[in-house]
């Protein structure tokens, strides 16, 4: 149990269709983040929220779109993707956004597939 | 673009063996944290640190940062199958992003 629980754990989809993933933090966290994670490549920090205000987008496609209603909560909309889009796409969350030595905590990850 | 290199990047080793990866850029961070992947999990914390030259032990694992706080060690003494996993290590940066290196894929033969 880590704390953070990610929803689906795999996904397999068409370039043409429209899918959410979700996160769930219970650990009282003030910012929470998207990664996205390509095998032998670094982990792309692709959206940070902190108290439910987004604080970093690192040039992110349009064809993905965060939603953080409430600083438990995100959602990572996807939309027309494309195949280099498959990755895993993991969640994260830690007590407080700009704090160097603040531990982040993961989920396990939405395995994504782009038909 | 700030780049953290770690190396190697696969490693296959007996139970038992010693083993050290190694994390380096041309950055200097404020702090690095080491994390362990398993298969279908997220990476979970083993640790940071902070200050030029810190060494701290978690076990049999002992984590260096360097003086000039640009590069960092993870060594695994009598490694076993149990230290199986992706380790990643992560610099803090000035941003306040985390510059993520691309892994060490560690396999333990029992």
């Known amino acids: 149990e880590t704390g953070v629980t990610q929803t689906p754990r795999h996904l397999v989809m068409g370039m043409t269709n429209k899918k959410s993933l979700k996160c769930e933090q219970h650990?009282?966290?003030?910012?929470m983040y998207w990664y996205k994670q390509s095998a032998k490549k670094p982990l792309e920090l692709m959206f940070v929220?902190?108290?439910?205000?987004?604080?970093e987008n690192n040039s992110v496609p349009s064809r993905f779109s965060p939603e953080c209603p409430n600083s438990s909560h995100l959602f990572l909309h996807l939309h027309t993707l494309q195949p280099e889009d498959s990755a895993l796409y993991l969640c994260?969350?830690?007590?407080?956004?700009?704090?160097?030595?603040?531990?982040?905590?993961f989920g396990d990850g939405t395995r994504l597939s782009i038909l | 673009t700030q780049l953290l290199e770690q190396s190697p990047q696969f490693l296959s080793i007996q139970e038992g063996e010693n083993l050290t990866v190694y994390c380096n850029s041309s950055s200097v961070f404020s702090s690095l944290q080491w994390y362990r992947q398993e298969p279908g999990e997220g990476p979970v914390l083993l640790v940071t640190v902070v200050t030029g030259g810190e060494v701290k032990k978690l076990k049999r694992l002992t984590f260096q940062f360097g003086d000039a706080r640009k590069d960092s060690s993870l060594h695994i003494t009598a490694a076993q199958p149990g230290d199986t996993g992706l380790y990643l290590c992560?610099?803090?940066?000035?941003?306040?992003?985390?510059?993520w290196g691309a892994g060490t894929k560690l396999i333990i033969k029992p």
């Open positions: 992560a610099g803090a940066c000035s941003n306040y992003q985390l510059i």
């Open positions: 929220y902190s108290l439910e205000e987004r604080v």
């Open positions: 650990l009282g966290h003030n910012a």
């Open positions: 994260a969350s830690s007590r407080k956004w700009a704090d160097d030595n603040q531990p982040q905590h």
